[in-house]
Nanobody, 119 residues
Framework: QVQLMESGGGLVQPGGSLTLSCAPS????????MGWYRQPPGKQRELVAT???????TTTDSVKGRFTISRDNAKNTVYLQMNNLKPEDTAVYYC?????????????WGQGTQVTVSS
């Protein structure tokens, strides 16, 4: 059974940096788009950034210039480099992947990792 495993969250001061990582466990045949979403306290989940298998990225306006999404296809891993973090970036961050495993092709979600930006 495929699961997406996230790591790298934590507590950081404003202006600091964190890097999130996400990779699937289990048997994977192919991975198409991967992405990061976040859910701030009391708000709905929102898109942060996506990246295609070929490396084409999209980034939401509120994090442009501060966050960078990348992926290593050989490792089936997607990263989110977050710089100059602000208190409003505080949220649970979720990894998403459109991938094909034994169960066919569908969207998978990670369990979420907490990022807290506070002094």
């Amino acid at each position: 059974q495929v699961q997406l495993m996230e790591s790298g969250g934590g507590l950081v001061q404003p202006g600091g940096s964190l890097t999130l990582s996400c990779a699937p466990s289990g048997t994977i045949f192919s991975i198409n788009a991967m992405g990061w979403y976040r859910q701030p306290p009391g708000k709905q989940r929102e898109l942060v950034a996506t990246i295609t298998r070929g490396g084409i990225t999209t980034t939401t306006d509120s994090v442009k210039g501060r966050f960078t999404i990348s992926r290593d296809n050989a490792k089936n891993t997607v990263y989110l480099q977050m710089n100059n973090l602000k208190p409003e970036d505080t949220a649970v961050y979720y990894c998403n992947a459109d991938l094909r495993g034994w169960g066919g092709a569908r969207d998978y979600w990670g369990q979420g990792t907490q990022v807290t930006v506070s002094s």
